[in-house]
């Protein structure tokens, strides 16, 4: 599409203007018989046939052609250019001329005259000039194919039936052929589609392909009216149009529709163009133009003024003509560049009003309501029932300050225009002044093949649909700011993993205004065995009702407000659905999103160089996050790095620089807090962008209330799961006590990435509800655990310390506190979710093992062979006084036998050996026995 708006369009058109050109410059010098074809249609045919250069070997269907007189029957199966005469007929009435766009599907047809299609009103002592009654047939048919063809392609854009299509053009065109009794003219009408390069497809009624179609209409054979037997030969009228459609869902009923709009990709061709070719006229045209520019005349009055750069036009679209303007207090006439003079005179005008916007420099119109017994007297291009003229002149031209100055005082002053006049009035501006593109111009298919492009037969609801076509593009939020107890305002708050979100979300209640009440949900410490950490639909929306019920029974005359905190990568979408598709609708009414904030901590962003932490690019999708808090402004982190990317993946974000999420500008509340940032329109509008689907179940929300019963099935098919498409989850469940201190360290070897330091690599994440004794006690308590190993962040908090809320008095209710009663399956049961990738459970629970509390070594047995020294002096040394065997003393020093032999050892040594080592090796096995009983005890059983 944006190769044929800037390259395509543009070109076949300089083009055709060029053919136009080139036949007024050969018409005029030469008389009709010597006028070569060939020299008229080069233009057409050079950039056909050049462009078709790189695109050798390409069969295309359809060939430019340029066709005249009796000719012109063989545009129904036109072959080579050189089948037809080589020069124009001296009576030739008209041509018909093909264009096609070289290697893309533009092509549209027309059919131009050579003789007026209407007889001029006379002037002074000129006769009239008949109009040929042949021209004036062959205008008649040719209007009514520009009308058949309009009319087909607005059928056919609704209702997507080339059949359809093919009854409406007939249907416009059979009265009239029935009215003047031609039995023996042919109709042809063609509907095609082509792709991008001009090859033809094949279409199927009801299906919608990303094509160019061209819908055409050719009425052939067509009887003489002067000649009998005489064939007029055809005339033909095609335009290339595209269409875009939209799948549009009805809130109310849950219906599907299709929305379609169309552009006319060639409507800037124009479609009558008369090159007066006949001798007579042209001395008429010149006689009669130096009478107008005379001086006074009897019947037409003195002469008031004489403008050029003028333009006359009727109220179809693109029926116009440029050229001078010749005003007397007699009447008016219009000299056309090509073709007769328009002449109406006072006598036949029922009103003449000037109409200038009430601005300076804008384009100023005189709208002429002529009388019906001048029609034969206005080209056919510019007839309707209304019998309207308007002619526009440009600011800045003579022209343009003749009429203030001459004509201005004589003509009543419009102040506004009706419909009608004023769509006519916006074309001109947009034709003339070249305010507006192709694309400008026709605001409401962009933005439907936009959206077609974006939503791929999704649905859009039908209350967004005009906000984001473009109808009420004039304000930045379709919804209106709430009044005080209108509506109760949810602001949510979520975040990536180590973000200090519950920070944020502290300092926003603490730092609110003193007539602000919050209620607020947590959503984070609902904790499910087996799947890990989910967002509650259920929870949300019972709490929600709690919430507005409070609402209502509110009499302090202070507002309420919804503070939602989610869990770390939360899909923002489904917590959308959850509070708009809300089961009871009079909850759903009253509930209103103001804004939606996402802490990040860049050094938590990434998980190892430049690898970008999975469902980060998704958890903040453009449209669906408004403000950006980034919580970690230290050196060490990528900071700027992480703006940028942030800025890159939702650019309409504000973002908030709050070391530790700790906010403390006025301004930056007054974001988050905002009443209807997530309504702009241009949220909306990438919300629909950047996820598709959306809409695509929302009718079971708003039709279907959602289930609420208390079975375990239900409970857990209304959990939707945190959005964790690439990060693997693993949950380990297990009854037993963990150490804080241990489970502190060995966190925080636990690495994202594979390295030689780590103990265990590929863990992200580590979240949940576990069992520590606390210390210095023996007692045991529940604790809230938290780590990132991207930013080495570790959280350990007791789970009654949840509810510590800076400013309690602000605080209406809240579901801050952990629900233990969901968390596990025992009550002495922890639960620990690991996130990442190429998790191994055996690798997790040897590592949860080392976490328990540590415990005594063992000790080893001992033998004679290996007492140490010291072991064998204290046992001499305890036992030196036990009583001596038979025949041995002591005497003060030495051990002495009979035989008069010393020792400086106690004779029954080796006895005493044996003796110590049994009982030091009992006293070890029990010692040792007792360790296992207590590591057995201690030990985690994994469930």
Request: some cysteine; aromatic content about 8%; glycine content about 4%.
């Amino acid at each position: 599409m944006k190769k044929l708006l800037s390259t395509d369009m543009v070109q076949l058109a300089q083009h055709w203007q060029a053919m136009c050109s080139v036949i007024s410059t050969e018409t005029k010098g030469k008389p009709m018989g010597k006028v070569l074809i060939s020299r008229l249609f080069e233009p057409l045919s050079t950039y056909y046939d050049y462009g078709m250069i790189k695109y050798a070997g390409m069969h295309r269907v359809k060939k430019p052609f340029l066709l005249c007189g009796s000719d012109t029957r063989g545009c129904i199966s036109y072959g080579e250019k050189g089948d037809v005469r080589t020069h124009i007929s001296p009576d030739c009435l008209h041509m018909v001329v093909q264009a096609v766009s070289p290697g893309a599907p533009l092509s549209c047809s027309r059919t131009y005259f050579f003789v007026p299609d209407f007889s001029p009103d006379s002037v002074a002592d000129h006769a009239d000039i008949e109009c040929n009654e042949d021209a004036r047939l062959l205008s008649d048919l040719y209007n009514r194919t520009i009308s058949a063809v309009n009319l087909a392609m607005e059928v056919f854009s609704s209702s997507l039936s080339s059949q359809q299509a093919e009854q409406a053009a007939l249907s416009c065109i059979k009265p009239l052929l029935v009215e003047r009794n031609f039995s023996q003219v042919n109709i042809q009408f063609s509907l095609e589609a082509y792709d991008c390069l001009g090859c033809l497809l094949e279409t199927k009624d009801g299906e919608n392909q990303s094509a160019v179609n061209v819908a055409g209409v050719i009425i052939s054979d067509i009887p003489s009216l002067l000649e009998r037997g005489s064939n007029l030969g055809a005339v033909m009228y095609s335009d290339c149009f595209v269409l875009s459609t939209v799948v549009v869902l009805n809130e109310e009923t849950g219906k599907k529709e299709d929305k379609t709009e169309m552009v006319n990709l060639t409507a800037n061709i124009p479609q009558f163009r008369c090159f007066l070719a006949a001798e007579a006229a042209r001395v008429y045209c010149g006689s009669d133009r130096a009478w107008l520019l005379s001086g006074e005349d009897k019947c037409w009055g003195p002469l008031l003024m004489h403008g050029k750069q003028v333009t006359l036009a009727g109220t179809a679209r693109n029926s116009y003509m440029s050229g001078e303007l010749v005003v007397r207090t007699g009447g008016i006439a219009f000299l056309p560049e090509f073709g007769l003079p328009v002449k109406i005179p006072k006598a036949k005008m029922r009103a003449m009003e000037l109409y200038d916007g009430d601005k300076a420099n804008e384009l100023a119109v005189l709208v002429i309501t002529a009388t019906p017994c001048i029609v034969a007297n206005i080209p056919l291009s510019l007839r309707n029932e209304n019998n309207l003229l308007f002619i526009a002149f440009r600011p800045k031209t003579n022209a343009y300050r003749a009429l203030f100055n001459q004509v201005a005082s004589t003509t009543h002053k419009l102040a506004s225009l009706s419909t009608q006049q004023q769509e006519v009035y916006d074309h001109l501006v947009d034709c003339l002044l070249g305010a507006k593109s192709v694309q400008e111009a026709n605001p409401r298919f962009f933005s439907s093949l936009n959206l077609n492009w974006h939503l791929h037969r999704n649905p859009i609801l039908s209350c967004h649909l005009d906000v984001i076509m473009g109808s009420i593009s004039s304000e930045k939020s379709f919804r209106k700011p709430l009044k005080t107890h209108e509506k109760v305002l949810v602001t949510i708050v979520t975040g990536i993993p180590a973000s200090n979100k519950e920070t944020v979300a502290k300092c926003i209640v603490e730092f609110s205004s003193e007539n602000t009440r919050w209620v607020v949900y947590s959503g984070t410490k609902h904790v499910l065995p087996s799947t890990g950490l989910h967002f509650s639909i259920k929870k949300c929306q019972d709490f929600l009702t709690s919430a507005v019920r409070s609402h209502h029974s509110t009499i302090d005359g202070k507002a309420l407000q919804v503070l939602l905190l989610l869990p770390d990568l939360t899909d923002i979408c489904t917590v959308v659905r959850t509070i708009e598709g809300h089961p009871e609708p009079a909850v759903a009414a009253a509930l209103a999103i103001g804004s939606v904030t996402t802490a990040v901590d860049p050094a938590a962003t990434f998980l190892c160089n430049r690898v970008v932490v999975p469902s980060f690019p998704e958890v903040l999708a453009s449209g669906w996050v408004n403000v950006i808090v980034i919580t970690n402004t230290s050196a060490t982190a990528p900071v700027k790095l992480v703006s940028r990317l942030l800025h890159e993946i939702c650019p309409l974000a504000s973002q908030i620089f709050a070391d530790g999420g700790r906010l403390s500008e006025s301004k930056d509340l007054d974001v988050i807090l905002s009443e209807a940032v997530f309504s702009e329109t241009c949220n909306l509008q990438a919300r629909y962008f950047s996820r598709p689907d959306w809409q695509a179940n929302t009718s079971k929300l708003l039709v279907t209330p959602l289930k609420t019963h208390a079975g375990e099935g239900e409970a857990e098919s209304l959990q939707t799961l945190v959005k964790q498409q690439k990060l693997e989850s693993l949950v380990l469940q297990f009854t037993g006590d963990l150490d804080i201190r241990s489970l502190t360290h060995q966190l925080k070897t636990l690495k994202p990435f594979s390295d030689d330091q780590g103990m265990l690599h590929g863990v992200y994440l580590v979240r949940g509800l576990v069992r520590c004794a606390r210390p210095g006690s023996n007692v045991s308590a529940i604790y809230d655990v938290s780590f990132c190993s991207a930013n080495d962040d570790v959280c350990i908090i007791a789970a009654d310390q949840h509810n510590k809320w800076p400013v309690l008095e602000k605080v209406v209710f809240d579901e801050w506190s952990i629900d233990l009663s969901c968390h596990s399956v025992a009550a002495d049961s922890s639960s620990l979710e690991f996130l990442g990738y190429n998790l191994k459970k055996g690798d997790l629970q040897v590592f949860l093992q080392q976490c328990t509390s540590a415990l005594p070594k063992t000790k080893s047995l001992i033998s004679l062979q290996n007492l140490t020294s010291r072991q064998k002096s204290d046992i001499q040394k305890s036992r030196r006084l036990d009583a001596l065997p038979e025949g041995w003393f002591y005497s003060g020093s030495h051990y002495v036998n009979l035989d008069l032999s010393r020792s400086d050892l106690h004779p029954c040594i080796e006895q005493f050996t044996t003796e110590y080592v049994a009982a030091f090796n009992e006293d070890v096995s029990s010692y040792n026995a007792r360790i296992e009983n207590l590591a057995s005890e201690m030990a985690l059983t994994f469930l």
